[in-house]
């Protein structure tokens, strides 16, 4: 399945534009991150890629397809999307949940059959969160909250998935299991598109990359084209440096010493 961003623009209703002219294609089996500053559009972008908000021009291609001819069960068959923050309408179990993943492909009121139930549980088994599956949804914690977020995802069997901002809200060790899992789905074919505040996750990630400026343009490219030092410091307006660590066997974005003078010495 080939999805095509094609030269989307988008403005709220005041008319302040808030991106434009935006271009690129999602492929399977690759990563896109979405970087950039505070209200550059970057969970707006995903919105429009998903339907549910319409760009003032530019479209997105299904397979030669303009979504704004589709229904959005139609879209829903080839993009699934996690917000932030999910609350269920319903007092769900894990698995109740994930099921509603596949209410794309069912009819209007056709209730979930066990060929459903199947496909859930399938997203569960793949995720490892079977532990899970009884539990009500609304007394699991944040990390697992996301990880079941994302099999829902998954049962609505998409060719592209995209998340926004999946660590956030997150300790250190869930923001690296949903990490795991956002490559895992990678190598098993899925396109990702995901937004994040962190560009070290674009290197742990080997991903390609769309930074949103603050005039709301793009630049779309490689972990080489674009996590340069001079970029990303102009990009967020703070000192940064991009490191090659061996120890790590890889390059991390770190801030230098803050300098603030407290709780230790600063000298070199």
Known sequence: MKIEVRNLSFAYSNNRMIFTDISFD???????????????????LLNCIANMLVPVAGEVLIDGVST????????????SYVPQIVIPAFDFSVLEYVVTGC????????????????IAWQAIRLLRIEHLAEKPYTEISGGERQQVCIAR?????????????PTAHLDYGNQIKVLKTISD?????????????NPDHVLLLNAQIGVIDRQGQMTFGSCAEIMRED????????NLRILSIEELDRT?????????????????
Request: aromatic share 6%.
């Open 26 to 44: 999602i492929e399977p089996g690759k990563i896109i991150c979405i970087l950039g500053p505070n209200g550059a559009g970057k969970s707006t």
């Open 231 to 238: 970029y990303l410091q102009n990009l967020y307006e703070t």
């Open 185 to 197: 789905l990678a190598r098993r074919g899925y396109g990702i598109v995901m937004t994040t505040h």
């Open 103 to 118: 209410a794309p492909r069912m009819g209007t009121f056709e209730r979930p059959k066990a060929e459903h139930y199947e």
């Open 68 to 79: 704004r001819r589709m229904q959005l069960r139609e879209v829903a068959r080839a993009i």
């Open 153 to 165: 995802a998954i049962a609505q069997q998409p060719a592209v998935i995209l998340l926004d901002e």
């Open 252 to 268: 991390i974005c770190a801030v230098p010493n803050l300098n603030l003078g407290v709780g230790g010495s600063n000298d070199d």
